[in-house]
């Protein structure tokens, strides 16, 4: 208010309107923060492309190791004689891969949870950035209650979408989140909690896809199902 008044005040009063003021001279502060605000406006959102790599690279591995897995226990009996033995070994490990399933599970991991679990642990470190043991506690839990369900939606719409059966997703919830769900409690509780208690900030989408590549083994394993 007094800022308005002051100006209102000044056109009131004939002095002011006709005389001839000095140029100022910008200040630096200003002339920087204009700068760094044109930066900031050229610059915009950047997708945290280092992250969606990784991310979709681990997916892609989690989702190899559950395909040589299944088709591993669907092999039959192997030659025991040894050049008999490594060919079998080769063509067990890699005849038949599923490369469209490998790219769903690829395209998931680069396209949101990579970015998606980037820009959620930036904003858990924005609203809990005190290293306390309550502000670890309520990470984990934040953890689990928003990032875990969000990510199971995610990846069974997903993969209903690239299969066309968009209308089975609502049985495939009912059928398989929730023991999914749970199941990711026992993993995640104890490896968030050295996520956001032991890793840096820039290293957490990383870690937690190391953790991925078992637990996109399980999502792969549950999605072809």
Not at 27 to 34: D, E, H, N, R, V
Not at 137 to 149: A, E, S, Y
Not at 201 to 209: G, Y
């Amino acid at each position: 208010m007094e800022a308005l008044g002051g100006g209102f005040g000044g056109l009131w009063n004939s002095n002011h309107l006709f005389r001839k003021r000095p140029k100022k001279p910008e200040s630096k502060s200003k002339s920087k923060s204009s700068d760094s605000a044109a930066a900031t406006g050229r610059a915009g959102y950047r997708f945290p492309l280092k992250q969606a790599v990784t991310a979709g690279s681990l997916a892609f591995a989690g989702d190899t190791i559950a395909q040589l897995r299944e088709r591993w226990t669907k092999r039959e009996p192997l030659n025991f004689e040894s050049n008999a033995l490594t060919k079998d070994v080769i063509w067990t490990l890699l005849s038949d891969h599923d490369w469209i399933r490998a790219l769903r599970m690829t395209s998931y991991g680069f396209l949101f949870y990579g970015p998606g679990s980037y820009a959620w642990y930036q904003y858990l470190d924005y609203a809990l950035p005190k290293q306390t043991v309550e502000n670890l506690i309520l990470k984990i839990v934040l953890n689990q209650i928003v990032l875990g369900p969000t990510v199971i939606a995610v990846v069974f719409a997903w993969n209903n979408l690239w299969q066309g059966k968009l209308s089975q997703l609502p049985e495939k919830y009912q059928k398989d989140a929730l023991p999914t769900l749970l199941f990711g409690f026992r993993f995640w509780i104890p490896v968030s909690a050295l996520n956001f208690g032991v890793v840096p900030l820039q290293a957490r989408v990383a870690f937690m896809c190391l953790g991925s590549i078992f637990w996109n083994f399980c999502l792969s394993s549950t999605m072809s199902k």
